[in-house]
């Protein structure tokens, strides 16, 4: 039986506050996915050391860059919107140093919400930094009165995405205000919401296994189809074959 992989997440942070201590968190979704794909996550704190992440870079076969609040667009030279709200800085910077390690190894990647956006900006991307304002026309994509809004999901034939959900009629979550805007060189578009914004992201690249989702497969309010995507990426993982790119 072979051996199942080891497969990184990041953590979120939140600083200490007058009811209580700092935070390191992650939720239960995340891990949950990853082991009832056939993985086992370990997960780790935001960690200052670039040495000590890459440490744990050699011993993992695979990451997921989890979801959070909204990076700084200052950071890749953009004014800050009123509508950021962004995670905190201890948090960013290890994402970043994350991304950026992750990428020079061409380790297998999923990254999901504001994962997905990082992956786009570290690689040459940019993002809309609020829908409503940059994309009138596009639908709502957050209702902070509906933690279970969902819209539709139109998935790129030949795709990972499409092995997942077939042409069935699909249906995600969506919880963001940002999105992808110009796609990063080396990534292709492989699902975008009806009004054309875009859902998921994998790499074209014969070297790197790197997939990105705007939807999140691993909350409650996922289907079982969505959850099909962990699986997807185990198994890239364990049978590199199933890997190969499918987007030109």
Same mark, same amino acid.
């Given at each position: 039986?072979?051996?199942?992989?080891?497969?990184?997440?990041?953590?979120?942070?939140?600083?200490?506050?007058?009811?209580?201590?700092? !935070?390191?968190?992650?939720? %239960? =979704?995340?891990?949950?996915?990853?082991?009832?794909? #056939? &993985?086992?996550?370990?997960?780790?704190? /935001?960690?200052?050391?670039?040495?000590?992440?890459?440490?744990?870079?050699?011993?993992?076969?695979?990451?997921?860059?989890?979801?959070?609040?909204?990076?700084?667009?200052?950071?890749?030279?953009?004014?800050?919107?009123?509508?950021?709200?962004?995670?905190?800085?201890?948090?960013?910077?290890?994402?970043?140093?994350?991304?950026?390690?992750?990428?020079?190894?061409?380790?297998? !990647?999923?990254?999901?919400? %504001? =994962?997905?956006?990082?992956?786009?900006?570290?690689? #040459? &991307?940019?993002?809309?930094?609020?829908? /409503?304002?940059?994309?009138?026309?596009?639908?709502?994509?957050?209702?902070?009165?509906?933690?279970?809004?969902?819209?539709?999901?139109?998935?790129?034939?030949?795709?990972?995405?499409?092995?997942?959900?077939?042409?069935?009629?699909?249906?995600?979550?969506?919880?963001?205000?940002?999105?992808?805007?110009?796609?990063?060189?080396?990534?292709?578009?492989?699902?975008?919401?009806?009004?054309?914004?875009?859902? %998921?992201?994998?790499?074209?690249?014969?070297?790197?296994?790197?997939?990105?989702?705007?939807?999140?497969?691993?909350?409650?309010?996922?289907?079982?189809?969505?959850?099909?995507?962990?699986?997807?990426?185990?198994?890239?993982?364990?049978?590199?074959?199933?890997?190969?790119?499918?987007?030109?």
């Amino acid at each position: 039986m072979p051996r199942k992989p080891l497969i990184g997440l990041n953590a979120d942070y939140r600083p200490s506050r007058k009811e209580g201590p700092a !935070l390191c968190y992650l939720p %239960a =979704g995340y891990f949950n996915a990853i082991q009832a794909a #056939g &993985g086992i996550p370990v997960i780790l704190p /935001p960690t200052e050391d670039a040495a000590d992440i890459a440490r744990v870079l050699d011993l993992v076969q695979g990451f997921v860059l989890v979801g959070g609040g909204d990076l700084d667009p200052r950071r890749d030279g953009f004014q800050l919107h009123s509508s950021v709200r962004p995670m905190d800085a201890r948090r960013e910077e290890f994402d970043r140093k994350v991304m950026e390690l992750v990428a020079e190894r061409r380790m297998p !990647l999923l990254a999901i919400g %504001a =994962g997905m956006q990082l992956l786009n900006i570290s690689q #040459g &991307g940019n993002l809309f930094l609020h829908l /409503p304002e940059d994309v009138p026309e596009a639908i709502p994509h957050k209702d902070p009165m509906d933690p279970e809004h969902r819209h539709g999901l139109s998935v790129v034939f030949g795709t990972l995405m499409e092995r997942v959900y077939g042409d069935s009629e699909i249906r995600v979550n969506s919880m963001h205000h940002q999105a992808i805007d110009e796609v990063a060189p080396g990534f292709a578009v492989t699902a975008r919401c009806p009004d054309g914004v875009i859902e %998921a992201i994998e790499s074209t690249m014969d070297d790197w296994f790197a997939i990105g989702t705007q939807f999140h497969p691993e909350a409650e309010s996922a289907s079982a189809l969505d959850v099909r995507i962990f699986e997807e990426f185990v198994e890239g993982i364990t049978k590199p074959a199933r890997a190969m790119k499918l987007v030109a």
